[in-house]
């Protein structure tokens, strides 16, 4: 068993991931929780290993589309470097394994404090995002007795044609610098005397599923390469960011080595190492949201299947309006009936699926599948719900690689009035 495909499957008339039955599962740690497939995870990253097989290249694992430890630490006994957006994905990292060396810090608004962390850990590079920015980096770096390595992030200006929450490389968007600005800040970067220049880094988005826009990315910040070089700036890589999208429903992304060939040819005989940074392609299809339905309500123009989980748990449908595959665990020889699917917090937004066939009934268990990436780590606490255990399987082993919360620990840095 190797694809994430494949990771989950029906064995018996009852769901399997691996080798484990999602019904023991639910026995075992309860629901909701998210269960994950170490062998998916690992196919999804030899897939990128092997579509970079032969280049200088690394892959930097997007840590905000899953950061639970046990994740972080399979990419990091697999050889993965990180992408990490704040202090505390670098202390995650740090804490699971991951070498700080191989790490790089994305995002706009790197805080001094997280400025000085990533200094002291000796990231690879700081993906710098802004003027101000270089700056503050300068200063820091400079009040530390150390030079800063950096990329600065350009906005290519590139339409990735995905959601607009979700494209990050357009001119109207808050991520990078634009492309007409890039050449005089990389001087000035020169001038400064803690920063060190490394390299370009762009991020056009996320879930996309064609080459054209990476590959148009891809030509521009070559073509910018080779303006620095004129210049007597000589970069020593070229990060292309992440954004590889997955199936969710009936969407066809291009296999990596697919996605990345037009690429790739691109960078025949160009001597600057590669970085790319995919997070949900690595994760998404790797994990899944198990819940259990309390109740079936039937009314007169909608039926509801109201089930554990809520948006709290996996935020995607309320927030992009996101489709997730719902698929019965033990799936009834009954008629099926068509269920929004909804959890029991209080917002209409509150919905993991609409209009779905199903043939259930109260108490039976649903897999909310594709759920490996932006899942738990958008969750939150709305409603005072503790967040779901997550569950890591490999082979015929679940492991409990996060216990649920209590309620307890929900209020317990709060105090009432003397
Ligand atoms: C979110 C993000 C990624 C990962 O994106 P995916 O679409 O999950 O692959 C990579 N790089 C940066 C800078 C990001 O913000």
Redesign the pocket.
């Known amino acids: 068993m190797s694809s994430a495909e494949q990771s989950v499957h029906f064995r018996d008339g009852s769901l399997h991931i691996e080798g484990v039955a999602l019904e023991d599962i639910a026995r075992r740690f309860g629901t909701p929780c998210y269960v994950y497939s170490r062998a998916a995870l690992t196919s999804a990253y030899a897939s990128w290993r092997e579509a970079l097989a032969g280049r200088r290249a690394s892959i930097c694992y997007?840590v905000?589309?899953n950061s639970n430890l046990a994740i972080l630490d399979v990419f990091a006994r697999l050889g993965s470097g990180f992408?990490i957006?704040s202090g505390g994905e670098l202390a995650r990292v740090l804490v699971a394994g991951g070498q700080a060396s191989r790490t790089v810090f994305?995002?706009v608004g790197k805080s001094t404090a997280e400025m000085r962390a990533a200094l002291e850990a000796g990231v690879h590079c700081f993906?710098v995002e802004s003027a101000a920015e270089l700056e503050r980096l300068n200063s820091v770096a400079g009040a530390h007795g150390k030079r800063a390595p950096i990329a600065l992030?350009v906005n290519p200006d590139v339409d990735p044609k995905t959601h607009p929450y979700?494209s990050?490389g357009l001119r109207k968007n808050k991520?990078g610098i634009a492309f007409e600005d890039a050449i005089a800040l990389y001087a000035h970067a020169r001038a400064l005397a803690n920063l060190e220049i490394r390299g370009i880094?762009c991020?056009i988005?996320?879930?996309?599923l064609d080459p054209a826009p990476i590959a148009e990315a891809t030509a521009k910040v070559l073509g910018l390469a080779d303006r620095l070089a004129a210049d007597g700036i000589e970069l020593t890589h070229l990060d292309l960011?992440?954004?590889?999208?997955i199936r969710y429903r009936d969407e066809a992304p291009p296999p990596v080595a697919g996605y990345l060939a037009p690429v790739l040819a691109q960078l025949e005989g160009r001597r600057e190492e590669i970085r790319f940074?995919?997070?949900?392609?690595?994760v998404?299809n790797a994990g899944l949201l198990l819940t259990r339905i309390e109740y079936l309500k039937h009314g007169a123009e909608k039926n509801f299947a109201v089930v554990d989980a809520a948006m709290n748990d996996l935020t995607r449908p309320a927030l992009y309006d996101a489709f997730h595959e719902i698929q019965p665990v033990a799936p009834r020889p009954v008629a099926t009936c068509r269920y929004d699917v909804v959890g029991p917090v209080c917002e209409s937004g509150d919905f993991l699926g609409h209009d779905r066939e199903l043939a259930v009934e109260a108490g039976d268990l649903l897999a909310i599948l594709s759920a490996g990436?932006?899942g738990m780590t958008m969750s939150s606490n709305y409603n005072t719900r503790p967040r779901a255990a997550e569950i890591l399987v490999d082979g015929s082993q679940a492991r409990q690689i996060r216990r649920r919360e209590t309620v307890e620990e929900l209020f317990a840095l709060e105090t009432t009035l003397p």
């Open positions: 997007a905000k589309a992408d957006v994305s995002g993906n992030r979700i990050t991520f880094a991020h988005g996320s879930q996309l960011g992440g954004g590889l999208g940074e995919p997070g949900r392609s690595l998404g990436a932006y």
